[in-house]
C-alpha cells in the first residue's frame, strides 16, 4: 500500500509544483487542483496511517524531514517526494542507533526526535520571522 501511494504522490509531483503556482495559473494549464489536493491528501494519510500502524508513532519525523530537505535542495517535489523518503529512513535509522547506543538504557526513538524537532522549529519560525519582518 505504501509503495502504491508513493508512486502516486510521485505521478502527481510536476502537477502539484504547478499548483504551488496557484489555482489559477494551474486551472490556465488544465489541473484541477481541488481534485489533486483531495487525491495526494488522501495518499499522503494512507502512507501515514500504515507507516505508524507499523512503526509506532515516530514523532516529528514527517514535519522536520521535507523542511530540511527543501532547504538543501529546493522545491522541485520531482526530486523532493524520494529524497525525503530516503533522508527519513536515514534520520530515524540515525536517531535508533544512537538511542540503542547510550548509556545502559534504551531512549525510544520518538523522545530523540522531538528533541531535534522542537529546536528545528524554533530555527524555522526565526528565519521566517527575519524574512518577514
Same mark, same amino acid.
Given at each position: 500500500?505504501?509503495?502504491?501511494?508513493?508512486?502516486?504522490?510521485?505521478?502527481?509531483?510536476?502537477? @502539484?509544483?504547478?499548483?504551488?503556482?496557484?489555482?489559477?495559473?494551474?486551472?490556465?494549464?488544465?489541473?484541477?487542483?481541488?481534485?489533486?489536493?483531495?487525491?495526494?491528501?488522501?495518499?499522503?494519510?494512507?502512507?501515514?496511517?500504515?507507516?505508524?500502524?507499523?512503526?509506532?508513532?515516530?514523532?516529528?519525523?514527517?514535519?522536520?524531514?521535507?523542511?530540511?530537505?527543501?532547504? @538543501?535542495?529546493?522545491?522541485?517535489?520531482?526530486?523532493?517526494?524520494?529524497?525525503?523518503?530516503?533522508?527519513?529512513?536515514?534520520?530515524?535509522?540515525?536517531?535508533?542507533?544512537?538511542?540503542?547506543?547510550?548509556?545502559?538504557?534504551?531512549?525510544?526513538?520518538?523522545? @530523540?526526535?522531538?528533541?531535534?524537532?522542537?529546536?528545528?522549529?524554533?530555527?524555522?519560525?526565526?528565519?521566517?520571522?527575519?524574512?518577514?519582518?
Amino acid at each position: 500500500m505504501i509503495l502504491a501511494a508513493c508512486f502516486l504522490c510521485y505521478y502527481y509531483a510536476e502537477d @502539484l509544483n504547478i499548483v504551488s503556482l496557484g489555482d489559477k495559473e494551474a486551472r490556465s494549464l488544465g489541473i484541477n487542483a481541488s481534485r489533486l489536493r483531495t487525491v495526494l491528501l488522501a495518499a499522503g494519510a494512507l502512507i501515514t496511517a500504515v507507516c505508524v500502524a507499523i512503526g509506532g508513532i515516530i514523532g516529528f519525523v514527517g514535519l522536520i524531514v521535507p523542511h530540511m530537505v527543501r532547504m @538543501l535542495t529546493g522545491s522541485d517535489n520531482k526530486a523532493l517526494i524520494p529524497l525525503c523518503g530516503l533522508t527519513g529512513g536515514i534520520l530515524l535509522l540515525t536517531a535508533d542507533t544512537f538511542g540503542r547506543s547510550v548509556g545502559n538504557i534504551e531512549i525510544p526513538v520518538g523522545v @530523540l526526535t522531538t528533541l531535534l524537532g522542537g529546536p528545528f522549529f524554533v530555527y524555522i519560525f526565526r528565519m521566517r520571522n527575519k524574512t518577514l519582518g
